[in-house]
């Protein structure tokens, strides 16, 4: 099937709530393009110098969600255009990131991305780590990021009790924050192969890359 095919057999099968994240990294600006085409809007990539080049080419009327994890000395190259930050999993990101937002003027929405695989390869912070940034004074002087809710990656088995369970556990987490932040609006959770699994355990954002684009070549 062809990009436009997938897309919009994928967002058929979406509930209304869910916001469907294009994810295009290695992907060529002309398959960007063909989902642009198809009335897609909101485009993830993970690594930030690739998504400023596309940035540049593609509408403006794009949003860009950064989903891979970060290297804080690259967050001033997409700091006046990035829409959501996706895997926020040190504190001195989060710093650096409103450091680069403020000369921006700009606020920068943010998620922290809470490590729910039991993989080791797997970045993310602790939910008690998470606890510890959300209630720090430095945590709230920080006026140019909003951090808007909670991302998670679940690990790769076969196993689907597993899979659920992990996403349950950052449901729970997120529920468990939401009374004293009630800026929070975000579960990202799920991707091609897991997706329909994450938004059964409460997540409103998938991030969808190989079932809309087809599978990644990284030899090219
Ligand atoms: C690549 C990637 C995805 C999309 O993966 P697919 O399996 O191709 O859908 C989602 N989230 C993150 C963080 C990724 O790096």
């Not at 409103?98 to 003027?105: C, E, G, P, S, T």
Request: hydrophobic residues 35%; charged residues 25%.
């Amino acid at each position: 099937m062809s990009i436009s095919q997938n897309l919009v057999y994928i967002k058929k099968t979406l509930p209304k709530e869910v916001t469907l994240v294009a994810v295009s990294k290695t992907k060529p600006v002309s398959d960007l393009q063909e989902a642009y085409d198809a009335g897609q809007r909101i485009f993830g990539e993970n690594k930030i110098q690739e998504m400023v080049e596309k940035y540049d080419v593609l509408p403006k009327d794009i949003s860009w969600h950064m989903i891979g994890h970060l290297q804080s000395n690259k967050v001033k190259y997409m700091a006046h255009f990035v829409d959501l930050i996706h895997g926020v999993d040190k504190f001195s990101t989060l710093k650096e990131i409103n450091k680069q937002a403020k000369k921006n003027d700009r606020i920068i929405n943010c998620l922290l991305q809470l490590k729910i695989a039991e993989e080791d390869s797997k970045f993310g912070l602790s939910k008690e780590e998470i606890l510890n940034i959300l209630n720090s004074d430095d945590y709230s002087s920080l006026q140019n990021i909003n951090v808007v809710g909670l991302m998670g990656m679940a690990s790769f088995v076969e196993d689907e009790s597993q899979i659920k369970q992990e996403f349950s556990s950052l449901k729970t987490f997120y529920e468990e924050l939401k009374p004293t932040q009630p800026q929070f609006n975000t579960i990202s959770m799920g991707m091609s192969g897991d997706y329909e699994l994450a938004i059964e355990q409460g997540s409103n954002m998938v991030r969808v890359g190989s079932a809309i684009f087809g599978n990644r070549n990284y030899n090219k």
